[in-house]
Nanobody, 129 residues
Framework: QVQLVESGGGSVQAGGSLRLYCTAS???????????MSWFRQAAGSERGWVAA????????YYANSVKGRFTVSQDNPNNTVNLQMNSLEPEDAAMYYC???????????????????WGQGTQVTVSS
């Protein structure tokens, strides 16, 4: 059973930075390689929305327009980790952030919650103005 654990959340002032980590475990016979991994976020009273994705096989990355140029998704294959570097944070970025894995090689158009099979428990990001 695949398990995803997020960490790195916290509280920052607007304009600050945070780095989130998603560590995967429970694989049998293969690593995190060759999967679509995404970050989603959900603010109180809102639906869970897609933020960014990385194809851990090709390294291709995808971003929501709202975070493009500020967030960077990357992978650390030896440690089965996918990271999300968040810079120039805005109060609107405050949310619970979730890591998710889809049973696909490619991430293109994989922006819906229903595309993802495994989820972490989330890590809270708070941004004060």
């Amino acid at each position: 059973q695949v398990q995803l654990v997020e960490s790195g959340g916290g509280s920052v002032q607007a304009g600050g930075s945070l780095r989130l980590y998603c560590t995967a475990s429970g694989y049998t016979g293969y690593r995190i390689t060759w999967r679509c991994m995404s970050w989603f976020r959900q603010a109180a009273g809102s639906e869970r929305g897609w933020v960014a994705a990385i194809e851990t096989g090709s390294g291709s990355t995808y971003y929501a327009n709202s975070v493009k140029g500020r967030f960077t998704v990357s992978q650390d294959n030896p440690n089965n980790t996918v990271n999300l570097q968040m810079n120039s944070l805005e109060p609107e970025d405050a949310a619970m952030y979730y890591c998710a894995q889809a049973p696909y090689l490619e991430c293109s158009s994989r922006t819906r919650v229903a595309h993802y099979k495994y989820w972490g428990q989330g890590t809270q990001v708070t941004v004060s103005s």
